[in-house]
């Protein structure tokens, strides 16, 4: 057993301030990062999924940054067994780990296990993302409606990642989601401690919307444009590319892009703070160093 050993997660909603915070962390117990976000993941995005600067990766070694391509699937499952492994590797010689990353069901498949789903062809996956695509969430409300009511009634039902993935089960399956989740969680061998960063609304919403701008700034649409003909793979079904492929497509203005990544973005954080405020066991605090500080002195002196 490592039950010696511990991993702090830091998490909570995009542009909160997790990074400078898990590089505090990281630096205190002199160990490295496990990101735990489902984007920053794939080396070709990095302006539209504000991947951590050269600077911040060269400050604590970063792990699940860039290490995985597009073309590749990239799900909870492949996450957990990466994160396993690197943290048993990182635990050889260092007594804690710092899990960074706003990406809740990683961070719960990590702690907890996932329950075992059936393999769903690519066909499948992708014709329901091209015909989300061009009919939009109303549409993919009412085909996981009627076709899967069992998850429409507790799911989650304005994310259409969940959606489409109830709805590519039951059309694999012709069973709900739900019939495959077993409630069980794995024991993990070694500590977890759970910390949650979060501001008041409008200052995060600030934060939000600076960010866009600087994203735009950077040369988002670039980026964008560099990945069209990936364009229905999975990886980019995310705020800030599909806003920018309307753009590249003419269906809407840039400046609308801007406005529609910037309320998504919001949409997105609000999905975030719901779903991490559902676990108890989160110490929430505001991203600042001080309280950071404070409450690392704790946990290390036991």
């Known amino acids: 057993m490592l039950d010696n050993k ?11 301030g997790k990074t400078a915070l898990g590089i505090e962390a990281a630096q205190y117990f002199q160990t490295e990062i496990i990101s735990a ?18 600077e911040e990766l060269a400050a604590v070694p970063h792990h699940f940054i860039a290490s995985h391509s597009i073309t590749e699937k990239v799900t909870a499952a492949t996450f957990e067994q990466y994160a ?43 014709q329901i993302i091209r015909s989300y695509q061009e009919n939009g969430l109303e549409w993919l409300q009412r085909e996981v409606q009627e076709k899967d009511p069992q998850f429409y009634a507790v799911g989650e039902t304005q994310n259409p990642h969940r959606l489409m993935r ?6 694999a399956t012709g069973q709900s989601i739900i019939d495959f989740r077993t409630g069980g969680k ?20 600030d934060r939000i919307n600076t960010r866009v701008d600087k994203m735009m700034e950077q040369g988002l649409v670039e980026e964008v444009r560099s990945v069209i ?40 954080a609000k999905r975030q ?30």
Request: glycine content about 6%; aromatic content about 8%.
């Open 6 to 16: 511990t991993v702090i997660i830091i998490a909570g909603p995009t542009a909160v």
């Open 37 to 54: 976000d489902s984007r920053q993941c794939y080396k070709e995005l990095n302006i539209g999924v504000a991947r951590p600067s050269v």
């Open 84 to 126: 396993l492994e690197k943290a048993g590797q990182l635990f050889q010689s260092n007594d804690v780990v710092v899990m960074v990353g706003g990406t809740g069901l990683y961070i719960k498949a990590f702690c907890e296990g996932l329950d075992e789903v059936p393999e769903v062809s690519q066909e499948i996956r992708e």
């Open 166 to 171: 109830a709805l590519e089960v039951i059309e």
């Open 186 to 205: 794995k024991e993990r061998p070694f500590n977890i401690i759970k910390i949650a960063l979060d501001l008041p609304r409008e200052q995060l919403y």
């Open 229 to 268: 003909p990936y364009k229905e793979n999975n990886a980019l079904q995310t705020v800030g590319y599909k806003e920018v492929f309307a753009y590249l497509d003419g269906e809407v203005s840039l400046e609308e892009a801007t406005v529609l990544i910037k309320r998504n973005t919001r949409h997105y």
């Open 273 to 302: 703070l719901t779903w991490f405020r559902k676990d108890l066991a989160y110490n929430w605090i505001a991203p600042e160093k001080d309280q950071l500080k404070s409450l690392l002195n704790r946990i290390n002196k036991g």
